[in-house]
């Protein structure tokens, strides 16, 4: 579990976001990447909710210089498989159901599994995890609620995420237990489908810019 941790770490200490993406076009996967990298975000999050997220991933994977590719909303072991066989090299689930968790022990891959109370996350740290998602963030309690959690459950790191953006993502970011936020506003839907990539490298310059 430890180089699993540390390779997740790497990965989410790259940048202070990471995208989460709802793809509908394969096709736009590349250009959104590169996009997204030239802003500063190397790790992207790829959502399965879309019949074209598997071959989005793998183009990702495969063209994109300096990305790396993640699976978001993977639920079950078989998904889990399909999005490591498409590439990627992180994955990112809402929860923490039995059948990921199983997926995820038998797997060279890191999981940011998803935890939304103290239980979930005693839960989950009992089978080995101290770096997890805290989703949905805004709608469980916010950044309020997270720092809540900070003192007792201290050795966890989060990654929140649900309800973030430019405007609250400080107050998570300055917070001892937390490693960085994901958000989708970096890739809006009307901007992806427009294919207005230099729009996104600002937005993603903007997110890198929360650190600074
Ligand atoms: O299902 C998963 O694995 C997810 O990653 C869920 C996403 O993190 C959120 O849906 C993003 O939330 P927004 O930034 O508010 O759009």
Do not use: H
Not at 164 to 180: E, G, H, M, T, W
């Amino acid at each position: 579990m430890t180089s699993k941790t540390d390779n997740l770490l790497a990965t989410l200490k790259l940048q202070p976001v990471v995208p989460v993406i709802i793809i509908d076009d394969a096709k736009s996967a590349v250009p959104l990447a590169r996009a997204l990298v030239a802003g500063g975000l190397k790790a992207i999050e790829i959502t399965l909710r879309t019949p074209a997220a598997l071959d989005a991933i793998k183009a990702v994977a495969d063209e994109v210089e300096g990305a790396v590719a993640g699976a978001g909303t993977v639920l079950d072991g078989r998904q889990w498989d399909l999005a490591v066989k498409a590439g990627s090299r992180f994955i990112v689930s809402p929860g923490a159901g039995t059948s990921v968790l199983d997926a995820a022990d038998q797997s060279d891959v890191p999981l940011l599994p998803g935890t939304a109370t103290a239980t979930e996350v005693m839960t989950v740290r009992d089978r080995g995890y101290s770096v997890m998602k805290f989703f949905p963030a805004e709608q469980a309690g916010g950044a309020p609620y997270l720092s809540a959690l900070s003192s007792p459950l201290s050795g966890i790191q989060f990654c929140p995420t649900g309800g973030i953006s430019l405007k609250n993502a400080k107050d998570y970011l300055s917070l001892p237990n937390v490693i960085c936020v994901g958000g989708s506003w970096v890739a809006p839907k009307a901007m992806v489908t427009e294919g207005n990539w230099d729009g996104i490298t600002k937005l993603a310059r903007e997110a890198c810019e929360l650190l600074g």
